[in-house]
Structure formats: structure tokens, C-alpha cells
């Protein structure tokens, strides 16, 4: 079957890889996962022996009737249609679940936020993910991949980089290298209007990405509550700590 380049379909075939992988998400029997975009079913294989339930997600139809034949047992795990569609309460109406994935890439950004919508129902996020993308999600302050994606997944998850692969192990072979990432929810639930106010303060202080922060505020916050911060208004957006972030974000909502 050749790769569809569309569905962003890169498999992992490679034996020691996938259980590396396998052991770090660290399955327990008691574990119920979803995984987004099975493939071919090769980390499934892994994955379905050791856990208590599975719950797989193909957008491609070829895909779904080679894994339904795969894995013969577990013909109704396998769901057609798009991650990015798909409604917790169809697989799981209560329990709390895993979230894996060798993930396409070019969606990586919708499916986090896919992740963020049902914040509430997700243990933690085990992807794969291309690695500029990945060191954009785990950046702190002062490096080079810290921005914007880096203040919201910090305010999210705990984002553990756990393992690099060389893109020589995925066939077809891709363009860029990728790292295997965990995100473990920080919180029980998410504070909405912390998390908006958040978003906006980022979005205008990284608009302006090489201004000090003292030109951007302005867009944000009114002047008056300018001396209620305690922080140095010459940084700039990259130089702010998620907690300065923070603080920030909590004056817009006492100007909303
Ligand atoms: N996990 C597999 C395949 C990774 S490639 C492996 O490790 O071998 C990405 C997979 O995601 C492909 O199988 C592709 O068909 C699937 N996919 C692409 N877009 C999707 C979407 N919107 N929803 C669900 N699956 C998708």
C-alpha cells in the first residue's frame, strides 16, 4: 500500500524503536487509550496486548479495512474518520483516557488544540511530533524555540521530551527529524478565562516578537494598570517566564 502523502503518512516500522516508545508511555493494564492515526498498526500491536481498552482513529478507509483484518479480535476498536471531528463521549462516556500517536504532522497544531478541548477527559499525550515542533512546545524562556506554543503547553502539560528519531526510521522517509513528547495535564481543569486572557496577552507581546514589552502592553492592558506589575517593561516576549505571563494575563481581566 503506498503512502498517502495527504493524511501526512510517515510509518514507524522499526522493531526496537516502537518498543522504546512502548516503554516509555509506560502501559499498565489498567490504562484505556486512544491512539490518532494507527496506520498500519504497528505501535498499536504494541500497544493493544498491554492495555484494558483501545480505541484507534484512521482517517484513511484502505487503512481501517488493512488494520479490521490485522487485528481480527478487535475489529470494533478501529474507528474511521478524523481525530479532529471525533467526540470523547463516542469511545469513552466517562472514563479518562491516553492519548498516542505517530501523528501527521501537518495537523499537529488542530490536534493539540483538539487535546485542549477535552482537557478534562485526558490523562496525558504521548506524540511523536517533528522536532522544531516539539522544542516549540517544550521551550523556556530565553531559547531560541520559546514562544507563544511554548507559554500555553507550559501553562497546560508538564512537556517532556523523551527521545529522538532519526527521520531514517519512518518510511517513507520524511524531510525533518522528530522527537517522542509527553504532556501530562498540569491542572484538574482548565480556568477558561485565565486561559483566554492568556492567548491574547501572548498573541500581541509575540506579535511584536523583538520590541520590548512596554510598546506591546499597551494592546493589551490600559495604562493605569501599567505600575500594578512587578516586572521590567524593556524585555522582550521571549524573556518572559510563564508566571510573568501570568500576572500579565490577570490585569486584563480586571480591565475586562
Ligand atoms: N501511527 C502510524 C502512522 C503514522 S502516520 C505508525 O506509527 O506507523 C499518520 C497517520 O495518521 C496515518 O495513518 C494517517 O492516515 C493518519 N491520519 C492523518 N490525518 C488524520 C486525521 N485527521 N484523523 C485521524 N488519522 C489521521
Redesign the pocket.
Known amino acids: 500500500m503506498q503512502a498517502k502523502k495527504r493524511?501526512?503518512?510517515?510509518?514507524?516500522t522499526d522493531k526496537k524503536i516502537l518498543e522504546d516508545l512502548v516503554s516509555l508511555i509506560n502501559v499498565s493494564n489498567q490504562d484505556k487509550f486512544l491512539e490518532?492515526?494507527?496506520?498500519?498498526g504497528?505501535?498499536t500491536e504494541n500497544l493493544i496486548s498491554l492495555c484494558d481498552a483501545y480505541f484507534g482513529?484512521?482517517?484513511?478507509k484502505d487503512?481501517l479495512v488493512f488494520l479490521r483484518n490485522k487485528f481480527p479480535e478487535n475489529k470494533k476498536a478501529f474507528i474511521n474518520g478524523?481525530?479532529?471531528k471525533l467526540h470523547p463521549s463516542k469511545i469513552y462516556s466517562s472514563n479518562k483516557f491516553r492519548v498516542v500517536?505517530?501523528?501527521?504532522y501537518n495537523?499537529s497544531s488542530p490536534i493539540l488544540d483538539w487535546c485542549e478541548k477535552y482537557y478534562e477527559k485526558i490523562h496525558d499525550i504521548h506524540f511523536m511530533l517533528q522536532k522544531e515542533f516539539a522544542l516549540r512546545c517544550a521551550g523556556s524562556e530565553v531559547t531560541s524555540s520559546y514562544g507563544r506554543l511554548s507559554v500555553i503547553c507550559n501553562y497546560l502539560y508538564e512537556v517532556t521530551i523523551l527521545k529522538e528519531v532519526s527521520k531514517d526510521f519512518f518510511n517513507p522517509i520524511p524531510k525533518v527529524d522528530s522527537l517522542f513528547v509527553r504532556f501530562s495535564p498540569k491542572k484538574k481543569e482548565i480556568d477558561q478565562k485565565e486561559l483566554s486572557s492568556l492567548k491574547q496577552v501572548t498573541r500581541a507581546l509575540f506579535n511584536k516578537k523583538r520590541k520590548k514589552i512596554s510598546n506591546s502592553l499597551e494592546d493589551v492592558l490600559q495604562k493605569e494598570s501599567f505600575n500594578k506589575l512587578d516586572l521590567n517593561l524593556n524585555l522582550r516576549p521571549d524573556e518572559l517566564s510563564l508566571g510573568e505571563y501570568l500576572q500579565i494575563s490577570s490585569l486584563v481581566k480586571d480591565d475586562g
Open positions: 493524511f501526512g503518512q510517515n510509518f514507524l490518532i492515526g494507527p496506520g498500519k504497528d505501535l482513529v484512521e482517517v484513511d487503512l478524523d481525530i479532529l500517536g505517530n501523528i501527521p495537523i
